[in-house]
């Protein structure tokens, strides 16, 4: 089973200065990082910035188009409209066959504004109190979600559809 965990942080720089430690995290194998992401949002921005971790990863099994599909569900849908905002409704709903509901997308929509920032990571194998203590330390509050090997797997198979389309373009 894989795990969405977000790691909100009171400051904008949080999620981005926390990389070093979930890179240290994998290499002392306490986590497996699957996919990563993270959003960081100034005070004196209306949206935030993203921005996908592949890299971190062996395999970025989810890639971009669900980093952005997730981000844009997040965080710019409340700023299209009801006509738009009913539209993806509908993408929402079917996100949450995949372990991804809408009271998620509510939480982290709620606790991730102007002048915090996120850390998404997609983990197996984890040895919870290795990871969970040192994140604690660094200030950061948990959101998480958990996805059944299916439905991660659906994921997968979703956006890798999307990646081979996007680089055919």
Do not use: C
């Not at 993270?38 to 592949?54: H, N, Q, S």
């Not at 980093?67 to 997040?74: A, D, E, M, N």
Request: hydrophobic share 45%; charged share 20%.
């Amino acid at each position: 089973m894989g795990t969405l965990t977000v790691w909100k942080f009171d400051t904008a720089g949080g999620a981005e200065n926390a990389l070093h430690l979930l890179s240290r995290l994998q290499k002392e194998q306490v986590i497996r990082v699957n996919d990563a992401a993270y959003v960081t949002w100034p005070m004196d921005r209306k949206k935030p910035k993203t921005k996908d971790l592949g890299k971190l990863t062996a395999s970025g099994a989810l890639g971009g188009s669900f980093w952005g599909f997730l981000f844009g569900l997040i965080f710019f849908v409340p700023l299209l409209g009801m006509a738009v905002g009913a539209a993806v409704g509908a993408l929402t709903g079917s996100m949450a066959h995949v372990g991804i509901d809408e009271d998620f997308i509510s939480e982290v929509r709620r606790q991730v504004v102007p002048g915090t920032s996120a850390l998404f990571v997609v983990t197996s194998d984890v040895v919870a109190d290795k990871v969970l203590r040192p994140f604690k330390e660094t200030g950061a509050s948990l959101i998480t979600t958990n996805l059944s090997n299916e439905q991660e797997e659906q994921l997968r198979e979703a956006f890798a559809d999307t990646e081979a389309d996007a680089q055919h373009l």
